[in-house]
T-cell receptor
Framework: TQLLEQSPQFLSIQEGENLTVYCNSS?????LQWYRQEPGEGPVLLVT?????EVKKLKRLTFQFGDARKDSSLHITAAQPGDTGLYLC?????????????FGRGTQLTVWP | DTGVSQNPRHKITKRGQNVTFRCDPI?????LYWYRQTLGQGPEFLTY????????KSRLLSDRFSAERPKGSFSTLEIQRTEQGDSAMYLC??????????????FGPGTRLTVT
């Protein structure tokens, strides 16, 4: 059983469309990270959220941490082909001092020109 | 500021052989992690070092796996008597423990292992 459930697993959209990816859990997290991964490469950190209800923006990407720190979402506005990739959410469980991250299975996003 | 580096990037080996991977973390980072990622899955935690001390090991890390970080800098992950099920991407990450950025882990490019 995955500690973090991501949805959807696959997303195929046209350039210019908006999309939202969800990351849910029954556990509480001290922090939650979003990564993007290209084929054959390691994940690249996009953002870290630590406060319940926190919203962070990174150009066309908006990240939100749920009030109860059990879930998060990633919203992309006006998607571009360069946004194509595997988006992973990962979290550090509250109470853990070791910083081990639990990952979701990822959302494979394809943006067509 | 150089990122996390891993060597080799690709390794093809025959079943039963031993393999060793190396990870060089970001220089000032005292925490180092190993993860394994298979197709269609997110990375899964294997083990964690703070400086030279190995503080946590996953149940995924069977007796055939061993990891070291002898001087608190680079780390090696060795797999003995490889099996086809060991085929995966092995990822190394590092972070700066003891700060508000402790949970921000930066990953290397990974080592792709194929066991034939």
């Amino acid at each position: 059983t995955q500690l973090l459930e991501q949805s959807p697993q696959f997303l195929s959209i046209q350039e210019g469309e908006n999309l939202t990816v969800y990351c849910n859990s029954s556990s509480v997290f001290s922090s939650l990270q979003w990564y993007r991964q290209e084929p054959g490469e390691g994940p690249v950190l996009l953002v870290t959220v630590v406060t319940g209800g926190e919203v962070k923006k990174l150009k066309r990407l908006t990240f939100q941490f749920g009030d109860a720190r059990k879930d998060s979402s990633l919203h992309i506005t006006a998607a571009q082909p360069g946004d194509t990739g595997l988006y992973l959410c990962a979290g550090a469980v509250r109470g853990s001092t070791l910083g081990r991250l639990y990952f979701g299975r990822g959302t494979q996003l394809t943006v067509w020109p | 500021d150089t990122g996390v580096s891993q060597n080799p990037r690709h390794k093809i080996t025959k079943r039963g052989q031993n393999v060793t991977f190396r990870c060089d973390p970001i220089s000032e980072h005292n925490r180092l992690y190993w993860y394994r990622q298979t197709l269609g899955q997110g990375p899964e935690f294997l083990t964690y070092f703070q400086n030279e001390a190995q503080l946590e090991k996953s149940r995924l890390l069977s007796d055939r796996f061993s990891a070291e970080r002898p001087k608190g800098s680079f780390s090696t992950l060795e797999i003995q008597r490889t099996e086809q099920g060991d085929s995966a991407m092995y990822l190394c990450a590092s972070s700066l423990g003891g700060t508000s950025f402790s949970y921000e882990q930066y990953f290397g490019p990974g080592t792709r292992l194929t066991v034939t």
